[in-house]
């Protein structure tokens, strides 16, 4: 199946800095990528939707100036958390959808744990 | 996107078959079936999807109900690594426009030894 790795694994930030994940397709290429966050013992949480070249689409009560998503390439995203705070810890997940109409499945990321002190 | 009812939890023994329910009373036409599992810190694992067919591949098997207000999913010979969250999730397919998947809370099946 289709990869999808994401980096850092986990980081540890101090509040009010910014921390940048990548979101990457290894093995395909990703017209659209989804970022999602999960809390402990809750389920995933979907955050925004880009679509390579174009903005991203904010789910509401999601801050598009908070959570940074650029889509710059068809096997890369970013989401950069800006100015941190410790209720910004989170799973933080990633997800793409290939080229093609055969592309039902999403591919999911291994995830990065974000962690404000 | 319809709406999934799943129970909080499961228990199944090791070696068994591990049968997971889901209703989705309100399924549209278009909209197929999807499964996907979560092991513990770990990213969501597609699984199997259906339309109105039974469906089988190496993981798990789908049973869809005639009126397919309901789903079976079906792990065969479960192991200990088969414990984890399941997610069954309703949607159109991706050639309609539909994009996103909406999680909802799934069920945690723990696998005993």
């Known amino acids: 199946g289709a990869v999808v790795s994401q980096h850092p694994s986990r980081v540890i930030c101090k509040s009010g800095t910014s921390v940048k994940i990548e979101c990457r397709s290894l093995d395909f290429q990703a017209t659209t990528m989804f970022w999602y966050r999960q809390f402990p013992k809750k389920s995933l949480m979907l955050m925004a939707t880009?679509?390579?070249?174009?903005?991203?689409?904010?789910e509401q009560g999601v801050e598009k100036d908070k959570f940074l998503i650029n889509h710059a390439s068809l096997t890369l995203s970013t989401l950069t958390v800006t100015s941190a705070h410790p209720e910004d810890s989170s799973f933080y997940i990633c997800?793409?959808?290939?080229?093609?109409?055969?592309?039902?499945?999403?591919?999911f990321g291994p995830g990065t744990r974000l962690t404000v002190t | 996107d319809a709406k999934t009812t799943q129970p909080t939890s499961m228990d199944c023994a090791e070696g068994r078959a591990a049968n997971l329910p889901c209703n989705h009373s309100?399924?549209?036409?278009?909209?197929?079936v999807y499964w996907y599992r979560q092991i513990h810190s770990q990213g969501p694992q597609y699984i199997i999807h259906g339309l109105k067919n039974n469906e089988t591949n190496e993981m798990a098997s789908l049973i869809i109900t005639e009126d397919r207000k309901s789903s079976t999913l079906i792990l065969p010979h479960a192991t200990l690594r088969d414990t984890a969250v399941y997610y069954c999730?309703?949607?159109?397919?991706?050639?309609?426009?539909?994009?996103?998947?909406?999680f909802g809370q799934g069920t945690r099946l723990t696998i005993n030894p």
């Open positions: 880009s679509n390579e070249g174009s903005k991203a689409t904010y």
């Open positions: 999730i309703v949607r159109a397919p991706p050639l309609l426009g539909a994009q996103k998947l909406v």
């Open positions: 309100t399924i549209s036409g278009n909209e197929y």
């Open positions: 997800s793409a959808r290939g080229l093609g109409e055969s592309s039902y499945e999403q591919y």
